[in-house]
């Protein structure tokens, strides 16, 4: 299928990286052999080719937004040297999102939240559906 109704990944990383996926980060399981594995899922269609996955040295915090439909989960992961500037620069996305919801209706995936994260420029996948990648 080109456009499963939903999608759910598991990957597994070293336990001192973070993987960064598509839609809303339902656990973390620590496996016990130095490795952790992040189950992630998506609750709308979504392309194959449009998974993300993203493994890296992250720390991440979050915040909420109060749009249209509701509270919606901010998350940003960064890199741990970027972590003062992306909360600065992160202020925006409030805005962003108000100033969207304004002009184009209400965010479409709040059952997912949204997930920010930093990727080098060679990675970006321009058809992103929930996270979205941010060069700082």
């Known amino acids: 299928m080109d456009e499963p109704d939903s999608q759910a990944m598991s990957f597994t990383a070293p336990k001192n990286l973070t993987d960064v996926s598509n839609g809303r980060l339902k656990r973390v399981i620590e496996n016990g052999d130095g490795t952790h594995t992040f189950e992630w899922f998506v609750a709308n269609p979504i392309n194959n080719y ?3 996955i ?3 040295n992250y720390t991440h915090f979050s915040d909420t937004f109060q ?4 509270v919606l989960s901010l998350d940003y992961y960064v890199l ?3 972590l003062e500037k992306a909360k600065v620069q992160f202020q925006q996305a409030k805005l962003m999102l108000q100033a969207f919801e304004h002009w184009f209706g209400p ?8 997930s920010w994260w930093k990727c080098p420029i060679w990675a970006w996948n321009t058809k992103v559906q929930s996270p979205m990648a941010i060069i700082i």
Not at 107 to 114: S, V
Request: no cysteine; charged share 15%; hydrophobic share 30%.
């Open 50 to 52: 449009g998974i993300n």
């Open 54 to 56: 993203t493994i890296a």
């Open 67 to 70: 749009g249209e439909k509701g």
């Open 80 to 82: 741990p040297q970027n």
């Open 107 to 114: 965010y479409p995936f709040y059952e997912m939240a949204t």
